[in-house]
């Protein structure tokens, strides 16, 4: 699959918004491909409607010459024969390309749409996803894209081909008798006019449900997040009472939905007959008058008894197809979102990591978290990150990395300015080993390999003992082959810090961003890192965000931050001296070492 095929989604409702294909795409979240699709699927539901309509128009021939006193017999019983058996062809065959362009097609745009959905995510910047929940995202991408899916096979379909398929066969009644058409047709209009009312009342009814939902499932995650916290504070009945008022109302609002939508669609269909009830008086009217023959009665009920009937299936899912808009917009938010573009050619002179006037806020309009930060990170020196809590250390470093763009100011690598280097290209130049680790569900050696993608199995054992990894891997009953299970919970806390050290020694990035790197570790397991840690960032930039302050003792610069600002710049010696913000934690900790249990 193509990225010009995947973008081509995102890119649909801005760029192709005047065109039909680009509206549809816009629309219901689709490829171009999938906009050109759903296209024949108009055309194949179309024509499978009036292929449905050439039995009535046999029926009304085989009548006619009944009434004209014709024989049916020889010749011409076997012309009705063969027209029965070409009408039954008709059908089969109109069916078997609605089958293909409905199902068939739908199924490949909903593999294209969750791919393009996944890739848009991975080009998205952090900033995007402070927006947005994890349950909000996995909803957009699988029950978002179920449901677009169906109404891509089935509702959208079928209602436009309904629609195409009765304003034909409607405009044809006009040339026998203009009468029985407005006796026939004035019921649709007046259907349609209801329904198009309650879009308003159905999109509402359709956003407070999700919002519901979402509340729902946030709750049902979080309690299967923090089982061990809610059984160990004797939580259960607490929360479970709040999550019984969320699954509350989510009934609530389902039900709340599905009366909207029955008041509505209900009434159409009621309508919808009664155009039966007034073609069978007009009629009735016009053969008592004179001015209507038998026939012509006859077609018009034949014709009445049937096209009404795939508009009565579409109209059940209308409600549904005008609730879309909340599923759309969700996807349409991901797939129209900005990311973050740059030059794929490094242009960087060295590794120096400068912050000139950096000034940054989470989100626009909001109180800037950092304001004016300018320091310089040398290549062959390790620069620490300290200060209290909330003061912007985890912030720096991302923006050192462009997981997120600055506000104001300038970070430059080497003298090339991150902001115009494509992110994927950017990372080649940095290994990073966070505090939260982060492993997948698969053995340990794939994991480390995420370091470095095509590294030998020689290669990942290597930068793995490197990091202490062996101590415990060999003690595992399947060894390097072992898998961890999801996000590594086979593994202590300690043991998945290795791994994620061991992913640094084997990208072995001329930059390392450390973020309490061996905070999980025990003592002896922080000596044996740090001792490793020490062969890797030599002659590279360093930049280690610590709260202990004896993994910072050796640094070569010490950079504290204060709400968002820089308070204190210098080595440990200066900082010392100075007797403020740094030699004070130092003091502090040297305190806290002394505690003893009374």
């Not at 200060?387 to 600055?406: M, Q």
Request: net charge neutral; glycine share 8%.
């Amino acid at each position: 699959m193509s990225a010009e095929k995947m973008n081509g989604t995102a890119q649909g409702g801005r760029a192709e918004k005047r065109t039909l294909t680009g509206e549809l795409q816009h629309r219901y979240a689709l490829s171009k491909e999938g906009a050109r699709d759903m296209l024949k699927a108009f055309g194949a539901c179309t024509a499978s409607n009036i292929a449905l309509m050439f039995p009535v128009g046999l029926l009304y021939r085989f009548v006619a010459d009944l009434l004209s006193g014709v024989p049916v017999t020889g010749s011409r019983a076997w012309l009705y024969a063969a027209g029965c058996v070409l009408c039954l062809a008709l059908i089969w065959l109109t069916t078997r390309i609605q089958y293909n362009a409905t199902f068939f097609a739908t199924y490949k745009e909903s593999g294209v749409r969750r791919i393009s959905l996944a890739e848009k995510l991975r080009q998205l910047p952090l900033s995007f996803f402070g927006k947005r929940d994890l349950t909000d995202l996995t909803n957009a991408i699988m029950s978002d894209c179920e449901r677009l899916e169906t109404a891509s096979s089935h509702w959208i379909p079928e209602l436009i081909g309904s629609l195409i398929s009765t304003t034909l066969i409607a405009l044809s009644l006009f040339f026998f008798d203009w009468r029985m058409a407005v006796a026939a047709l004035w019921v649709l209009p007046v259907a349609f006019v209801i329904l198009g009312c309650s879009s308003g009342v159905q999109k509402r009814l359709g956003e407070k449900g999700m919002t519901a939902k979402l509340e729902c499932a946030d709750g049902i995650q979080e309690c299967l997040e923090m089982m061990q916290e809610i059984k160990a504070n004797n939580y259960e009945e607490t929360y479970m009472s709040s999550l019984r008022k969320k699954i509350a109302a989510v009934e609530t609002r389902t039900i709340w939905s599905e009366v909207g939508a029955s008041i509505f669609v209900s009434g159409a269909q009621m309508i919808l007959k009664l155009g039966i009830a007034t073609t069978a008086l007009m009629g009735g009217r016009l053969l008592v008058n004179g001015q209507l023959d038998i026939l012509t009665f006859f077609l018009y009920m034949l014709v009445v008894s049937r096209i009404y009937d795939p508009l009565q299936v579409a109209l059940q899912n209308l409600m549904a197809i005008i609730s879309l808009s909340v599923q759309t917009d969700r996807m349409n938010s991901i797939l129209e979102a900005e990311v973050q573009t740059g030059e794929e050619q490094l242009s960087n002179q060295g590794y120096d990591i400068c912050f000139d006037h950096v000034a940054f806020a989470y989100h626009p309009g909001e109180k800037n978290v950092l304001e004016d930060v300018s320091f310089t990170a040398k290549q062959g020196q390790v620069t620490a990150l300290i200060g209290p809590s909330g003061g912007g250390k985890t912030t720096v470093s991302r923006l050192a990395s462009r997981f997120w763009d600055i506000s104001r100011g300038r970070i430059t690598v080497g003298g090339m300015d991150i902001s115009k280097v494509d992110p994927e290209t950017l990372m080649s130049l940095y290994s990073i080993v966070f505090q939260d680790v982060t492993l997948f569900d698969n053995t340990i050696l794939e994991n480390i390999r995420i370091g470095k993608k095509d590294a030998t199995d020689e290669e990942v054992m290597a930068a793995a003992k490197l990091a202490n990894c062996d101590s415990f891997v060999e003690k595992l009953p399947e060894g390097w082959n072992t898998r961890i299970g999801e996000n590594g919970c086979e593994l202590s806390g300690g043991e998945r810090q290795r791994i994620s050290i061991a992913r640094a020694f084997l990208k072995d990035a001329p930059i390392i961003l450390l973020d309490e790197a061996t905070a999980s570790l025990d003592v002896d397991n922080e000596t044996l890192i740090q001792s490793s840690l020490s062969k890797l960032i030599r002659n590279k930039t360093v930049l280690i965000i610590a709260h202990r302050m004896r993994t910072v003792a050796n640094a070569d610069q010490i950079v504290v931050l204060k709400d968002g600002r820089i308070a204190e710049h210098g080595s440990p010696k200066e900082l010392m001296e100075q007797n403020g913000i740094f030699a004070a934690m130092s003091r502090l900790q040297t305190e806290g070492q002394k505690w003893t249990m009374a």
